[in-house]
């Protein structure tokens, strides 16, 4: 049983901090990491994708990859509140097609 | 640049009937998957489409059962509908079936089912 584990929060940041999502995942087979952001009632949009150990940068966003340890973290530099959302991770296993979402961490920035 | 296209928006049916929900993939995907995401959930995979045939089944009865046309298009139909089947139904498409780059998802279908 593949498992993809997240806090499901919520997680409340001032606005300007750092917000820190963090997920971890069972099968040690796996190969491609997914962040995505779910604002309440809508579809889910792809944030950033990483596959190799260490740290990916996009604009305010990090995602750091530590296989090892069997995580995945994403931050959120400069919080805003638009950024209010459900954050879910997806891991994709080799072998396998379909990735394994968790249940997301909802994230709170607040004035 | 077209993105994925899911009707109907909304949908409320009554337990025991049968639904149909309907998905156009992003302009240049041919693989379309479908998901259900219950309230608090994260979603959870029913079935993946590629070349018209069903490729992979998640974890769920055969009263859940789709097609893939030849325009990539899908529909996804549910039979003896139950209160439980009450969620967010999202189409997610890529090009080809490992989606090295992620999934672009429909807006969904929510489906409340009295």
């Known amino acids: 049983q593949k498992e993809v584990e997240q806090n499901s929060g919520p997680l409340s940041v001032p606005e300007g901090a750092i917000a820190s999502l963090n997920c971890t995942y069972s099968d040690r087979g796996s190969q491609s990491f997914f962040w995505y952001r779910q604002y309440s009632g809508k579809s889910p949009e792809l944030i950033m994708f990483i596959y190799s150990n260490g740290d990916k940068e996009d604009g305010r966003f990090t995602a750091q990859l530590n296989k090892a340890s069997q995580y995945v973290s994403l931050l959120i530099r400069d919080s805003q509140p638009s950024d209010s959302a459900t954050y879910l991770c997806?891991?994709?296993?080799?072998?396998?097609?379909?990735?394994?979402f968790g249940r997301g961490t909802s994230l709170i920035v607040h004035p | 640049d077209a993105g994925v296209t899911q009707s109907p928006t909304h949908l409320i049916k009554t337990r025991g009937q049968q639904v149909t929900l309907r998905c156009s993939p992003k302009s240049g995907h041919d693989t379309v998957s479908w998901y259900q995401q219950a309230l608090g959930q994260g979603p959870q995979f029913i079935f993946q489409?590629?070349?018209?045939?069903?490729?992979q089944r998640g974890n769920f009865p055969d009263r859940f059962s789709g097609h893939q046309f030849p325009n990539y298009s899908s529909e996804l139909n549910v039979n003896a509908l139950l209160l439980g089947d009450s969620a967010l139904y999202l189409c997610?498409?890529?090009?080809?079936?490992?989606?090295?780059?992620?999934?672009?998802f429909g807006s969904g279908t929510r489906l409340t089912v009295v």
């Open positions: 997806a891991v994709l296993t080799g072998g396998s097609y379909i990735p394994t």
């Open positions: 489409y590629y070349e018209e045939e069903e490729r």
């Open positions: 997610a498409s890529s090009l080809v079936r490992v989606p090295i780059g992620g999934y672009t």
